[in-house]
């Protein structure tokens, strides 16, 4: 068993005023999760310091905008702040952003209910063509509106606790990844093939254009990075079907499907592993993505 561990009056004065080393400050908070006691002295040893007054004046100004109920004001108020803020309400933090609980879902539903639609009642063939060349892009524009300060209006809070940065945007994909993927996928299988790729065919794809999208948004910011992605996706399966002559445009359609599908998956992996690595090696990027 472990021996349990409390923070020592040094190591608190040290935090509260900012000569921790960055390591250490967040080892630290991340105990404060769990220690109320050492979450108590923490906070005091903080409103001693020269930010005290300031530091409750926000405090004050913020509960009496948005007043929550009166055990949840309790509790705000004995949070404890710090160089990083507070971690006791990074729990709360980890939810989805709002616009991916809103629009995001909105447009999924939109995108099956049409498809099933066009396929059933409208007996259209080659909803499956279009489909697939929509579900790629749909995990990268959950990856656009779920991370950022255009997405959520407490980014800029949520980025500073340990569990924000890199770590937060791979929580809110895995969430657009687990609701879109099979979702799209059984839709994809309820609709006529029309000489399609299978309807998982898109799977490794959609993967590898949501981890790319990651890689780009360390480099340009979310918008931005998922714009070009799913953007270069689009261009890549609609202007060469546009442009080649011969047949309907949904034929042409499914045969540039076919061509960026099948005989590719083992090159669709390996996009994803070298996206996933480049990601790991971009990590600290995702700690100064506030204003993008």
């Not at 656009?144 to 940065?165: K, M, N, R, V, W």
């Amino acid at each position: 068993m472990r021996t349990p561990w409390h923070a020592s009056e040094d190591l608190t004065l040290r935090y509260a005023d900012g000569s921790l080393p960055e390591a250490d400050a967040w080892s630290l908070e991340k105990h404060l999760e769990s220690c109320t006691g050492c979450a108590s002295r923490v906070s005091a040893a903080v409103r001693e310091t020269a930010a005290g007054p300031v530091l409750e004046e926000l405090r004050d100004l913020v509960l009496t905008a948005a007043p929550p109920a009166a055990g949840a004001r309790e509790a705000v108020r004995r949070a404890p702040t710090g160089r990083h803020r507070t971690s006791r309400l990074t729990p709360a933090f980890r939810s989805l952003g709002p616009a991916l609980r809103g629009s995001w879902l909105l447009a999924l539903l939109t995108v099956v209910v049409g498809a099933l639609l066009l396929a059933r009642a409208a007996d259209y063939g080659a909803t499956r063509a279009l489909l697939l060349t929509v579900a790629p892009v749909v995990p990268v524009a959950g990856v656009a509106l779920s991370y950022g300060p255009h997405a959520d209006p407490l980014h800029e809070i949520t980025a500073s606790t340990p569990a924000g940065g890199l770590r937060l945007a791979l929580t809110r994909t895995a969430a657009v990844l687990a609701v879109s993927l099979p979702v799209l996928t059984l839709t994809g299988a309820a609709l006529p093939s029309s000489g399609t790729p299978g309807a998982a065919a898109w799977l490794l794809p959609g993967l590898a254009l949501t981890l790319g999208s990651l890689v780009l948004a360390s480099c340009v910011g979310c918008r931005t990075g998922t714009a070009v992605t799913g953007g270069g996706w689009l261009a890549a399966v609609l202007v060469p079907a546009v442009a080649a002559h011969g047949g309907p445009f949904t034929a042409r359609l499914a045969g540039q499907l076919s061509a960026c599908f099948d005989g590719t998956q083992a090159g669709w992996a390996a996009a994803a592993v070298a996206c996933a690595a480049l990601l790991a090696v971009r990590r600290d990027a995702y700690d100064h993505l506030e204003n993008r």
